[in-house]
């Protein structure tokens, strides 16, 4: 199927704002983007994702990458102690990080007279994994970076969300 | 301060359970116990004495507000304070939620001052 040509960008700052609350109230650090950018394959930005499915007045997925360093710096802050594996826990954790990140951005889209639902996350990982959202229409990555005293900023820090919203 | 609470938290994200945990632990509160969901909570709701319920809402084996409406229809714990923790911040969700008897309702993602402001205001005597 051919690519659709847009999607559109005030759909996205929902998932945005939604992830930089997200890390800052239960991870206690601060989160900065960069512009969005289109994604044409499907080799994830990290060692470990959270896939989520939308559906409801549109559908589409949303997909929340990390590298390892970079996750288990936001679990350990979660948790309060210091993290130092890629495990069931840390997994559990992005499961959850990427089912809050829906919902917080859904809560602002309804705002925004769009009605999405989603189900419970799946969680891949391992180094070069795949995400595939299913859809025709383009990929959007957004990347950011931790403010943990020094920038989390360089490769295989940052992390990525990924999002597809179909228009109607 | 909540002192000989036992506080049943149920939610499928082992994740949510530890940050809750903490917090409770934070301010004193170390009687908890955790399920998984709705099927588990309901069976440990019905072997031992529980004052409040943290629960998730999307979860497998049993929704948050099923095991919710169960409590409700149960002529024991009826009254039993309930309180919603979840990511579905949408009206309809927390509108269904209240008319099936939800005492509170937290949206994920959330500090541990929202937490307590809301179970400060189910159980106004005790420290916040």
Redesign the interface.
Known sequence: MAKKEKMDFNLIQPFINATL??LK??AFTEAHSKPPYLKDQNTANGDVSGVIGLTGDSSGSLSVSFPEKTILVI?SN???ERMSQVDD?IK??V??IT??I???A??EL?GMGM?LES??PTVISGKDHTIKHITTYPILAITFSLDEGEFLSGQGEEFTIEVCIEEE | MYDDFCILLVDDFSTMRRVIRRMLRDRGIENVIEAENGKQAWKLLNDRKIDLVICDWNMPNMKGVDLLELVRSHSQLSALPFVMVTAEGKKDFIEHALQKGATGYVTKPFSSEELFSVLGNIFPGEAK
Do not use: K, P
């Open positions: 609350t997200v109230t239960m679990v979660m948790f309060g826990e559990d954790a499961g959850e089912n809050m829906s919902g917080q859904r809560q309804e009605s189900a419970i």
